[in-house]
């Protein structure tokens, strides 16, 4: 089936530890997101990828770092600078065609600090 | 399982017309519930959220949405649409017990004539 596999659905974070979340794609978009939700709040993006080997800044990069070698792939590592790292991790990507563009989902990660 | 239902993929409706776009959910506790816009070209915009009090609850660009624990709807009005509000919006949850994880509704496509 054609869809976004973000892997894992949890995750633990001690202190000074760097982690990676996982985005996968088989839907051929060329464009990912990576966003954060908070309580309260609503979704604040992280960074995004509109192509292979090209990524930009979205509100909150700070504390994060992306890489986007395969089209299908887009990884976010949350570093050791992120402060407050604990939040749910969503990866998105946009298909763009004739009929206008759309955003699909994946389906997240909870990420807590230990 | 958790899930979000937009039951229309399409929408047209003529400017100054009002709007409804519908979104159901099916969890037993009272969800956080949210109706996000995707602009062209642009990011997610949050509209509105609801996590308790008030069922009615106001959003910007003059949007509104109405929670509905009978009916587990949460749907989107506006009094008089804009050529500007053509856009594909999303409706989003929170389970009330799940932490942050979000779940994303398969999205409306608002198409406005003149």
């Known amino acids: 089936d054609g869809g976004i596999t973000q892997s894992p659905k949890y995750l633990f974070r001690k202190e000074g530890q760097n982690v990676t979340l996982s985005c996968e794609q088989n839907?051929?978009?060329?464009?990912m997101y990576w966003y954060r939700q908070d309580p309260g709040q609503g979704l604040r993006l992280i960074y995004y990828?509109?192509?292979?080997?090209?990524?930009q800044k979205g509100d909150i990069a700070e504390g994060y770092s992306v890489s986007r070698e395969k089209k299908e792939s887009f990884p976010l590592t949350v570093t050791s600078a992120q402060k407050n790292p604990t939040a749910f991790y969503l990866c998105?990507?946009?298909?763009?065609?004739?009929?206008?563009?759309?955003?699909?989902f994946g389906s997240g990660t909870q990420l807590s600090v230990l | 399982a958790q899930s979000v239902t937009q039951p229309d993929i399409h929408i047209t409706v003529s400017e100054g017309a009002s709007l409804e776009l519908r979104c159901n959910y099916s969890y037993g506790a009272t969800p956080y519930l949210f109706w996000y816009v995707q602009s062209p070209g642009q990011g997610l915009q949050l509209l509105l959220k609801?996590?308790?009090?008030?069922?009615l609850v106001q959003g910007i660009k003059g949007f509104e949405a109405e929670f509905k624990r009978s009916q587990s709807s949460f749907n989107l009005r506006k009094p008089s649409v804009h050529w500007s509000d053509a856009a594909e919006y999303f409706c989003a949850v929170v389970r009330g017990n799940a932490g942050n994880m979000l779940t994303f509704g398969g999205g409306t496509r608002l198409m406005v004539k003149p």
């Open positions: 998105a990507t946009l298909r763009s065609q004739g009929g206008g563009e759309k955003l699909f």
């Open positions: 839907l051929n978009h060329d464009a």
């Open positions: 609801y996590f308790s009090g008030d069922t």
């Open positions: 990828s509109q192509i292979v080997n090209d990524f």
